[in-house]
């Protein structure tokens, strides 16, 4: 690796609180963890005896590790199914591991940074799964070896390495699978698919541009972080960081509040994909950014079915989108709007899932309320729990009304993060993945870590109560009755720390994290058939600090009642891992490699000369359910 790529990766980290999230914040003390006297004791006192020996954990777990490749817990082992640049459409050209293959070459080929992901299954033993790519390593893409785009040819390798990759997946030996090819379902959809917008927003005036007046078709999707899969089978994927695509070459450009609000910043937007194609420069075309930040819905059993904006799901930074039917039939979505300080959003259908007709459900998504969560302490002032309210984001309630800016339930959806502001929601610490426990329905978000949180503007609160908040929490709520309910109990179900680092105090995390399991910024998240809850890490790998002894990202299991934690897996070096997505036996688990060697630190996978994001299948020697 040349130090060139070395440079330019550690200047285009896609998130850019990595770099500033210095080491050296040292603990507050248990003073400082008082917040308005909602933790009157100390974090080690919380669960005291918290067993250890869960017989949910079927593994032992593993010690961290800094080294470039897959560590996985005794028994199991870690195969990589398909990679960044493999030809997935008929007629692809091979990877060129110089980075010489073009545009055209990549919209046949496995996009980059694979993130979220779900498994379709066709019958036993073959099925799609749907991969997001979420963004591009421009090093590695670029055959130059540049953080930016130099030509309208990069710019289009880049959006066709954008977005979500479909492919048909065979099962060989031992629950090790294989990628079929060709295959009719095989699809890349990028950021130049065409879809259309349904729901309260399709057809808005900020929705439309001058290459779409009807603001219903939109051109392609970016960003795709992490997933869903609804009970009639299609795949949800969700769009993130798309405003740092956008930007303009107008020096005078002025940013509109509502641009503002979703962090536009175009003088020095992170990609430059508006210097070659006019699409994305916000002075040319100020609603193209309207027009992207929303929850995509994907046959992917149908290869020629277009893909579906869903404006009632509102627009932000989606993280993922946890789907669970409540008890009387309505669907219900949560997600997380992943910035610092932003909200946690739940969508409750109007009508009811019907599984013996699934065509019936193809308005569910359209019709429905979005609700904002309110976190606060309980009565008796009890730290780390608390209680909480579903705050509506109705046209004409609570304030939502032209008065405030809000026409109409179109503008309420398409600015929902200034909805959500005017009915002060909770800000919390950078919502990421959640997931609903099929056991018992209660759903856990990861809050990934918050640097800012502390600073003015952000105070602490009880459910975001560490300023600095370097290491990250998993929240949990019970809803008062069903998932439909407009209040809920929360508590912490686990406070990221560092006892090596921190041996006392509000960095030292709750009592289920040990030197043995330490980790930071908890990220990715999923439960599995038996309740397992998977945790995937997306954060510091310095192994230095207050991150010693954690070394590389890592794959951790929980056990949901004991709270007891265990490491089971580790990426390679500078990766993040996420994604996850079980086959209906639970034998093989898929597990996303995403942008091994962003600080130009890896030959992953098999020594490769441009470390490659890959889709990882965990199984199990002896043929058993992974994690058992
Ligand atoms: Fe794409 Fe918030 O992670
Ligand atoms: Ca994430
Ligand atoms: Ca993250």
């Given at each position: 690796?040349?130090?060139?790529?070395?440079?330019?990766?550690?200047d285009?980290?896609?998130d850019?609180?990595?770099?500033?999230?210095l080491?050296?914040?040292?603990a507050?003390?248990l003073?400082?963890f008082?917040?308005?006297?909602?933790?009157?004791?100390?974090?080690?006192?919380?669960?005291?005896?918290?067993?250890a020996?869960?017989?949910l954990?079927?593994?032992k777990?593993?010690?961290?590790?800094?080294?470039?490749?897959?560590?996985?817990?005794?028994g199991?082992r870690?195969?990589?199914l398909?990679?960044?640049?493999?030809?997935?459409?008929?007629?692809?050209?091979?990877?060129?591991?110089?980075?010489?293959?073009?545009?055209?070459?990549?919209?046949?080929?496995?996009?980059?940074n694979?993130?979220?992901?779900?498994?379709?299954?066709?019958?036993?033993?073959?099925g799609?799964l749907?991969?997001?790519?979420e963004?591009v390593?421009?090093?590695?893409l670029?055959?130059?070896?540049?953080?930016?785009?130099?030509?309208?040819?990069?710019?289009?390798?880049?959006?066709?390495?954008?977005?979500?990759?479909?492919?048909?997946?065979?099962?060989?030996?031992?629950?090790?699978w294989?990628l079929?090819?060709?295959?009719?379902?095989?699809?890349?959809?990028?950021?130049?698919?065409?879809?259309?917008?349904?729901?309260?927003?399709?057809?808005d005036?900020a929705?439309q541009?001058a290459a779409?007046?009807?603001?219903?078709?939109?051109?392609?999707?970016?960003?795709?972080?992490?997933?869903?899969?609804?009970p009639?089978?299609?795949y949800?994927t969700?769009?993130?960081?798309y405003?740092?695509?956008?930007?303009?070459?107008?020096a005078?450009?002025?940013?509109?509040?509502a641009?503002?609000?979703?962090?536009?910043?175009?003088?020095?937007?992170?990609?430059?994909?508006?210097?070659?194609?006019?699409?994305?420069?916000?002075?040319k075309?100020p609603?193209?950014?309207?027009?992207?930040?929303?929850?995509?819905?994907?046959?992917?059993?149908?290869?020629?079915?277009?893909?579906?904006?869903?404006?009632?799901?509102?627009?932000?930074?989606?993280?993922?989108a946890a789907?669970?039917?409540?008890?009387?039939?309505?669907?219900?979505?949560?997600?997380?709007?992943?910035?610092?300080g932003?909200?946690?959003?739940?969508?409750?259908?109007?009508?009811?899932?019907?599984?013996a007709?699934?065509?019936?459900?193809?308005?569910?998504?359209?019709?429905?309320t979005?609700?904002?969560?309110?976190?606060?302490?309980?009565a008796?002032?009890?730290?780390?729990?608390?209680?909480g309210?579903?705050?509506?984001?109705?046209?004409?309630q609570?304030g939502l009304?032209a008065e405030n800016?809000?026409?109409s339930?179109?503008?309420?959806?398409?600015n929902?993060?200034?909805?959500?502001?005017?009915?002060?929601a909770?800000?919390?610490?950078r919502?990421?993945?959640?997931?609903?426990?099929?056991?018992?329905?209660r759903?856990?978000?990861?809050l990934?870590n918050?640097?800012?949180?502390?600073?003015?503007g952000m105070?602490?609160?009880?459910?975001?109560?560490?300023?600095?908040?370097?290491?990250?929490?998993?929240?949990?709520?019970?809803?008062?009755?069903?998932a439909?309910a407009?209040?809920f109990s929360?508590?912490?179900?686990?406070?990221?720390?560092?006892?090596?680092?921190?041996?006392?105090?509000?960095?030292?995390g709750t009592?289920?994290?040990?030197?043995?399991?330490?980790?930071?910024?908890?990220?990715?998240?999923?439960?599995?058939?038996?309740?397992?809850?998977?945790?995937?890490?997306?954060?510091?790998?310095?192994?230095k600090?207050?991150y010693q002894?954690?070394?590389?990202?890592?794959?951790?299991?929980?056990?949901?009642?004991?709270?007891?934690?265990?490491?089971?897996?580790?990426?390679?070096?500078?990766?993040?891992?996420?994604?996850?997505?079980?086959?209906?036996?639970?034998?093989t688990?898929?597990?996303?490699?995403q942008?091994?060697g962003?600080?130009?630190?890896?030959?992953?996978p098999?020594?490769s000369?441009r470390?490659?994001?890959?889709?990882?299948?965990?199984?199990r020697?002896?043929?058993?359910?992974?994690?058992?």
């Amino acid at each position: 690796m040349n130090d060139k790529i070395i440079t330019l990766n550690a200047d285009r980290l896609q998130d850019p609180q990595r770099r500033k999230l210095l080491a050296g914040t040292g603990a507050v003390g248990l003073t400082g963890f008082l917040g308005g006297g909602l933790l009157s004791v100390p974090v080690n006192a919380l669960a005291e005896g918290t067993p250890a020996g869960s017989a949910l954990l079927g593994f032992k777990g593993i010690t961290a590790s800094t080294a470039d490749e897959m560590v996985v817990a005794a028994g199991y082992r870690a195969d990589v199914l398909i990679s960044w640049g493999e030809p997935i459409i008929e007629g692809a050209a091979a990877f060129d591991p110089e980075g010489k293959n073009s545009a055209a070459d990549q919209e046949k080929q496995f996009g980059d940074n694979n993130d979220g992901m779900s498994y379709f299954p066709i019958d036993e033993n073959r099925g799609l799964l749907a991969i997001n790519n979420e963004y591009v390593n421009e090093p590695y893409l670029f055959v130059h070896g540049g953080s930016k785009a130099t030509s309208l040819e990069d710019v289009r390798k880049s959006q066709a390495a954008h977005g979500i990759s479909v492919i048909e997946i065979q099962r060989g030996e031992n629950n090790r699978w294989a990628l079929v090819r060709p295959s009719r379902y095989n699809r890349r959809i990028t950021a130049n698919t065409e879809m259309r917008f349904t729901g309260p927003a399709a057809g808005d005036k900020a929705l439309q541009t001058a290459a779409d007046p009807s603001g219903l078709k939109v051109l392609g999707t970016f960003g795709n972080c992490a997933n869903g899969k609804t009970p009639w089978g299609t795949y949800l994927t969700c769009e993130e960081n798309y405003d740092t695509y956008f930007g303009t070459q107008q020096a005078d450009y002025v940013v509109t509040p509502a641009q503002k609000r979703y962090t536009l910043n175009p003088s020095e937007p992170e990609r430059n994909w508006a210097d070659f194609d006019a699409r994305f420069d916000v002075a040319k075309n100020p609603n193209e950014f309207n027009r992207h930040g929303w929850i995509v819905e994907i046959d992917p059993m149908d290869p020629t079915s277009t893909p579906i904006k869903r404006t009632a799901l509102g627009r932000f930074k989606h993280e993922n989108a946890a789907v669970t039917v409540a008890k009387n039939g309505q669907l219900v979505v949560y997600m997380g709007d992943d910035e610092r300080g932003e909200y946690i959003y739940k969508f409750v259908s109007n009508e009811k899932v019907d599984n013996a007709n699934p065509a019936a459900n193809k308005t569910l998504l359209d019709e429905g309320t979005l609700y904002v969560a309110e976190f606060t302490g309980d009565a008796a002032g009890t730290p780390l729990k608390g209680i909480g309210r579903w705050l509506p984001l109705v046209h004409g309630q609570h304030g939502l009304t032209a008065e405030n800016g809000f026409q109409s339930q179109a503008d309420i959806l398409i600015n929902a993060r200034g909805a959500a502001d005017v009915v002060k929601a909770t800000r919390m610490d950078r919502p990421e993945w959640i997931a609903v426990n099929p056991h018992d329905g209660r759903a856990y978000c990861t809050l990934t870590n918050n640097s800012k949180r502390g600073d003015e503007g952000m105070p602490v609160n009880p459910a975001n109560p560490r300023p600095k908040n370097i290491y990250g929490q998993i929240i949990r709520w019970d809803e008062k009755g069903d998932a439909t309910a407009q209040q809920f109990s929360w508590d912490i179900y686990v406070l990221c720390g560092n006892p090596i680092a921190h041996p006392e105090g509000i960095y030292r995390g709750t009592p289920n994290v040990t030197a043995e399991n330490t980790f930071n910024s908890p990220d990715g998240l999923g439960f599995d058939h038996d309740g397992r809850l998977w945790i995937l890490t997306d954060g510091k790998y310095s192994n230095k600090g207050d991150y010693q002894g954690q070394g590389n990202n890592q794959c951790l299991v929980g056990d949901p009642v004991s709270g007891e934690i265990r490491r089971f897996m580790v990426g390679p070096k500078s990766c993040e891992l996420t994604g996850i997505a079980f086959t209906p036996d639970y034998k093989t688990m898929f597990v996303n490699v995403q942008h091994p060697g962003e600080e130009g630190d890896s030959h992953f996978p098999n020594n490769s000369p441009r470390p490659r994001s890959s889709v990882i299948m965990v199984t199990r020697e002896d043929g058993g359910v992974i994690g058992a």
